[in-house]
């Protein structure tokens, strides 16, 4: 489709909570904007239970899949927090207390509070990096291509910014948000056409229902801008003679 | 584990918009909670794009993994909404006009509003099953083990009712949530000691922050409300030992 660099990312939500429904998952929203900002494209999540076989064939598989993978959960003190362990044994490294991380966590931590369970939070392959947590202390980590993150939202966000200037983006991706009063029926097949003939542009369709009123978001996305202007021209032109009014266009 | 019926279930979200991170994700947790109530064990969740070998691929890894799948997403009118035809497909099967599809559709709307896009909304495979939508007309559809359903999480869940006579459930999953005023690392050791003990309950560790408190969330989740109840006494037990509140237990 184009001959500008395009870089692809996964991402493995570990945790029984979000299987069973009990927690809504926000960190793929959050993870994906970001990534987006970096011209990163995302092509996959997969949420999987804590199961030390499951994790360990998920990272397997997807780190040779895409160029960057983030997972998120199981990095805490507690027994069902099997994440590290498990990256350590999908890479075949050792697992241990890592050096730099318990050295953080012994200045974090008040003389004496730095149990069994704490220090659990420091055991992670020994040959990764570290990635800092301004928020509550605990480093997440990174090996190869593969960086593991908390699954508490706001300590997950807070860590962005500490692996921004790791990773090697694309060409950051534009887009366009066309929202228009119709219904999806009526522009279906003037769409499809705008689409076939613009096939470097992802042209997506989404129905709301606003404030009682029903409408269609057209989202036109791409790395190059002057591809999605003339999708907006081609679009603008077919919902003008249709008559449809244009809500927004942004 | 036990030697009672387990019933395993896996969803797949297909969407562009979900891995661009411009809509939040909500039906894993819909789905999730309704595969609870009928003793469905939801094992693995995978967001994909919109691209016919990802869906075919996807839908026949795991379909012969679980007892049950659901799809949400791409059964609309318009281009990118090619799930039914990346279904039939996988399953090797006729796509095309369903016969009581079209039927209903043809009700639904204004004599003269049966349009193209609507038509391509009763397209699926053959000898697919229909799932009545009661909120907008379009029928999801099911072949074998494969429910598919809309994306729009309103009408996504107005048509679970029609799906669950269906379904062939397991033993109900029974839960119990003990909130702590404390932190992980406190009762991490104890905690591990009574999971060891105690294999037939998965016992998850979940830290929160509520109205300016720290706290960790202890799910109990069982078939058997007996083994529950014992790691309850336990849990109880050692929490009492180490002077930590118990905020409540339900």
Redesign the interface.
Known sequence: MTNKKEIFAGII?IG???????????N??????WL?SLGIK?????????VEK?IIETVNELRKKYNYIFTTGGI?????DITALSVSKAFGVEYGPHKEAMSILEKYYKPGEF????Q??AHMPLNAKLILNPTSGAPGFYIENVYCLPG?P?ILKSMLGGITNKLVGGEP?Q?MTINLRTV??????S??KV??ENNEV??????F?KAGKLGVAI?L?SIDQNKINKCNTEITQFVKQKEIEIISND
Chains 1, 2 share one sequence.
Do not use: C, W
């Open positions: 939500i029984n909570e979000i299987l069973s429904g009990r927690t809504q998952d926000t793929t929203a959050t993870l994906s904007i987006n995302l092509q996959e999540v997969r949420i999987i239970p804590d499951t805490g003190p507690t027994h069902d149990n069994e369970g704490r659990k939070m508490v706001s991706i887009s999806e029926s009526e522009i279906a097949k769409l499809k689409q076939e992802e042209i997506g369709s989404y129905p229902f989202v996305r």
